[in-house]
């Protein structure tokens, strides 16, 4: 799988890939014994029962690091067209997760609730 490439070094690449990944999973358990290394990955649930799709994700960490998104630095973001990047962020506020504030080149979206 190419994670391996000394002792110890498998470990730190496996938690790195998590805490940049687009759901943000939860850190990994490492668990050894003496002849192997168990690790248990953790599942980013909440994304799951949303059913929001990768662009939509990226969206939400965006908002959460920024404060707020624009049609424009979602489409910039994922590389999609404007009227691609509307629909994402009209879909999150049909879920409930974000609403529209402002108007006309103003308009943006934040979450419906603060980040913890």
């Given at each position: 799988m190419g994670y391996v490439e000394g002792y110890?070094?498998?470990?730190?690449?496996?938690r790195r890939e998590c805490?940049?990944?687009v759901?943000?999973?939860?850190?990994?358990k490492?668990?050894?014994?003496?002849?192997?290394?168990?690790?248990?990955?953790?599942?980013?649930k909440d994304f799951?029962?949303?059913?929001?799709s990768e662009r939509q994700i990226k969206a939400y960490w965006y908002i959460k690091q920024y404060g707020r998104i624009t049609t424009r630095e979602h489409g910039t973001l994922?590389?999609?067209s404007s009227g691609?990047?509307?629909?994402?962020?009209?879909?999150?506020?049909?879920?409930?997760?974000?609403?529209?504030?402002?108007?006309g080149n103003l308009l943006a979206y934040i979450l419906v609730n603060k980040p913890e």
């Open positions: 110890g070094d498998g470990m730190k690449l496996i805490e940049k990944h759901l943000k999973p939860g850190l990994p490492f668990d050894g014994t003496l002849n192997c290394v168990k690790v248990t990955f953790f599942a980013a799951a029962t949303m059913e929001l994922c590389n999609i691609t990047a509307r629909r994402d962020l009209k879909d999150l506020v049909d879920k409930g997760i974000c609403k529209r504030v402002g108007t």
